[in-house]
């Protein structure tokens, strides 16, 4: 099923690409889990960042992925000063707190994939934007080079 407007057929396409990867990190078999994985990451990484951060993040994340990251998004109170535990719990809720969800493991395949599709400069910034014990939270890939 297509909608006939290019654009939108080919951010759709690369929606189900990032999810299908969410997927395979995780290995899990839900693309819903998958959906939930990556609105509570791209949420929780937005609402952390100052408003001209996470504005640029927006940029570079695809059509459809974009509209999913600014749902619900208010400019109060921005930044959220979250630390790594209050930010960890924030995603875990995307699943109710399921115990059978390790929300760092779940954070990590999200940010790998992003890396994936943005490379390291924009998720570089962002990763760089955040108080340290946050920083622990992004895969190696994204480190800066010693």
Known sequence: MT?????????????????????D????????????ALRGTLHTLRDRLRIEEAVQ????????IKGVYYDGWTLRDKPEKLH?????RTVHEQFNFDEKI????????????MYKHMGEGELGDVRSNMPADIQELFPQEIMPKQ
């Open 102 to 113: 390790n929300p760092e493991e779940v954070i990590r395949a999200v940010l790998r994939v």
């Open 25 to 36: 990190q995780l290995q899990w078999e839900s693309k819903k889990s998958a959906y939930q």
């Open 57 to 64: 993040l927006s940029t570079q994340l695809p059509l459809v």
């Open 84 to 88: 790594k535990e209050e930010f960890v």
């Open 3 to 23: 909608t006939g407007v290019t654009n939108l057929d080919k951010s759709i396409e690369l929606t189900n690409v990032w999810l299908n990867e969410i997927l």
